[in-house]
């Protein structure tokens, strides 16, 4: 049986079932004074079902709540799950706009496949994005709000009622939406990282390439470990030589040296492409950096920043768009990369001109941004 179907298409139109019971103006305005990231979600949120005899049906907008599943849902039992992460920004004349959401689409096609479920037509992706935001347009946070916007989550969980070892034939497709505030309110600041040496994110073969929730349930006792060494984030190591840098449990990783050469992990399969990644390479080419993608050691890490010849270290993702790397902390010793307390100047160059990108502060020569009200 193949497991990879190919793209299916529904009509892309999403039919709008609005909740009559949206929160109030005040509530909206309370809740964006103050995101907590995750943790409040907007009205609505975006549906599709999927099944292998029928295909992607029944795209719709509805109030947000709680799903009705199986027990015996193949999503509870075997972790056949895939996300996305992005976000909805505000521009200055109102306008919401997201970031590359056609990379955000295709890597979810590619986790998909992984994790044998059904791949689904990019304009279905972008649509429900395109309808959820448009009905809650009111809780896209303001221009004037520093970096605040709307954070996105694509979902595809297999609903299949059956505890048969198989792809499931039931999936759900859907996006929620959480306002979310400045990642770093009281200014940037470099954050401290713990080497993980009795868990691997990642084999060879497995889905460290994919985003799936696996990968981030296995993260969970290690990054508990690297909390209780003060630390907070968690650096892994590939799982064969223990040797080379990969990346953290949900950030990729770059490091900058005195020459002004950057080196960022390359992908080997098993670290997951992110848009920010690709996007800083492309922006640092440009603003002069030799950009080398290539393996990385942990001693490289160790021994540049005690030579001094490491300047910078920092982790990026959608999230945090660039945070600074300060101290590199394992089993008996630790390690600053220079006074590990100030940010350094690649990294918070690099970090605005994204950030000015998508905010349409600044042109957008690649067509990375792409709007949706
Ligand atoms: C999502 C994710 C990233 C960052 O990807 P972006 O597309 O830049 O947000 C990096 N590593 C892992 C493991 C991730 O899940």
Not at 94 to 107: E, I, K
Not at 198 to 215: F, Q, W
Not at 253 to 267: A, K
Not at 321 to 346: F, Q, Y
Request: charge should be negative.
């Amino acid at each position: 049986m193949s497991t990879q179907s190919t793209p299916q298409s529904a009509d892309p139109q999403f039919r709008v079932d609005e909740r009559p019971d949206r929160a109030s103006g005040e509530r909206v305005a309370q809740v964006l004074a103050k995101p907590a990231f995750g943790a409040v979600f907007t009205d609505h949120m975006a549906l599709v079902d999927w099944s292998r005899a029928g295909g992607w049906v029944d795209p719709r907008i509805v109030a947000y709540g709680p799903l009705q599943l199986d027990p015996s849902a193949a999503v509870f039992h075997y972790g056949q799950e895939i996300f996305e992460g992005m976000k909805a920004y505000r521009h200055a004349d109102g306008s919401v706009w997201t970031f590359r959401p056609d990379q955000n689409a295709a890597r979810f096609n590619r986790s998909a496949a992984r994790l044998a479920l059904p791949q689904l037509p990019e304009e279905l992706f972008v649509e429900a994005i395109r309808s959820l935001v448009t009905v809650d347009q009111a809780w896209v946070p303001g221009a004037d709000q520093g970096e605040a916007s709307l954070y996105l989550r694509p979902y595809m969980i297999a609903t299949e009622p059956a505890l048969g070892v198989r792809p499931s034939n039931q999936a759900i497709f859907g996006v929620i939406a959480s306002p979310a505030g400045e990642y770093f309110p009281g200014g940037l600041k470099p954050v401290s990282i713990w080497l993980s040496e009795d868990y691997v994110r990642a084999a060879p073969g497995g889905t460290g390439g994919a985003k799936c929730g696996g990968n981030y349930a296995a993260s969970l006792a290690p990054m508990a470990e690297g909390l209780e060494q003060g630390c907070d984030q968690v650096a892994f190591l590939d799982a064969i030589e223990q040797k080379w840098v990969e990346e953290l449990g949900g950030m990729n990783l770059f490091f900058v040296y005195r020459d002004g050469s950057i080196v960022t992990p390359e992908l080997t399969g098993t670290i997951l492409e992110g848009v920010t990644r690709g996007s800083l390479i492309e922006l640092a080419k440009e603003r002069g950096h030799d950009v080398i993608e290539r393996k990385y050691s942990i001693d490289e890490w160790r021994d540049g920043a005690a030579s001094g010849d490491l300047v910078e270290v920092f982790a990026c993702g959608t999230a945090a768009v660039i945070t600074p790397v300060g101290t590199l902390k394992w089993r008996g010793g630790e390690v600053a990369v220079g006074d590990g307390e100030s940010v350094g100047e690649v990294a918070a160059d690099l970090r605005r001109t994204l950030l000015d990108i998508q905010y349409g502060r600044a042109d957008d020569t690649r067509g990375w941004v792409h709007r949706l009200v």
